[in-house]
């Protein structure tokens, strides 16, 4: 199939990477959707695949307001490591049913994300379309509980803690105080400590509490409850 010419394919400029490259894929196909040859709906499954943790990656990171691409890219490649084959399997077998589905679900994409690019109001709408994906598609009813079980993971979480220390950091010594309580964090309850001060706008008194005697009864009692439930 000869490429179509770059003049010829329009994408969404402020659309994401995962988009643009699932805008070029669909462009050169032909218009008919009769059939799809299996190679060419294998390809375009794992572009969808990629958009799709991508998505779920920037979802996470908008929780924290958290803006760049540096740390997006961090937390997809996390979430690719913690999303197993299985999570797709049965995307992939639905696929293989029905192999224009994946071309109906990228043009989908496409459409939605480059109606976005001009509105950034319709950011909404194109939350309900993936929260549609995931319902119809990979049976997860509920998104949001899928975004909360992936940002509990302890990788993701301190991705994100070092991002908004560096963001909120003041004084000397900040950044080295929360490097020290995760350094000395074998049972994994720091994160959960530090997060809802960042959730609530507290940062600072983040940094004032690592100090204190009450931050230090907090972890312990969240430690022997965390020790308590895995039966230690």
């Not at 989908?108 to 994906?133: L, N």
Request: charged residues 30%; glycine residues 4%.
């Amino acid at each position: 199939m000869p490429p179509v010419p770059a003049s010829d394919v329009t994408e969404p400029q402020a659309a994401s990477r995962c988009t643009r490259a699932i805008a070029r894929f669909v462009h050169r196909l032909p218009a008919e959707e009769e059939a799809i040859d299996p190679m060419v709906a294998y390809a375009l499954i794992n572009l969808v695949q990629g958009r799709v943790l991508e998505y779920l990656a920037e979802r996470i990171a908008r929780l924290y307001r958290i803006s760049d691409a540096a740390t997006h890219a961090r937390i997809e490649r996390q979430l690719l490591s913690i999303f197993s084959e299985e999570f797709f399997a049965l995307f992939r077998t639905r696929v293989e049913d029905t192999p224009t589905l994946v071309l109906h679900i990228a043009r989908r994409i496409i459409e939605k994300e480059c109606e976005s690019a001009d509105c950034p109001c319709s950011q909404t709408s194109v939350d309900r379309m993936y929260s549609a994906i995931f319902r119809k598609y990979f049976k997860y009813r509920h998104l949001g509980a899928l975004l909360n079980i992936v940002a509990g993971d302890a990788r993701i979480q301190r991705t994100i803690i070092h991002r908004l220390v560096e963001i909120h950091a003041r004084r000397p010594g900040d950044c080295e105080r929360v490097d020290a309580q995760l350094a000395d964090d074998a049972e994994g309850v720091v994160p959960a400590l530090m997060l809802p001060y960042f959730r609530q706008g507290r940062a600072q008194e983040l940094f004032r509490d690592l100090e204190s005697d009450d931050w230090r009864q907090r972890r312990q009692r969240l430690t022997e409850r965390i020790a308590c439930l895995r039966g230690a």
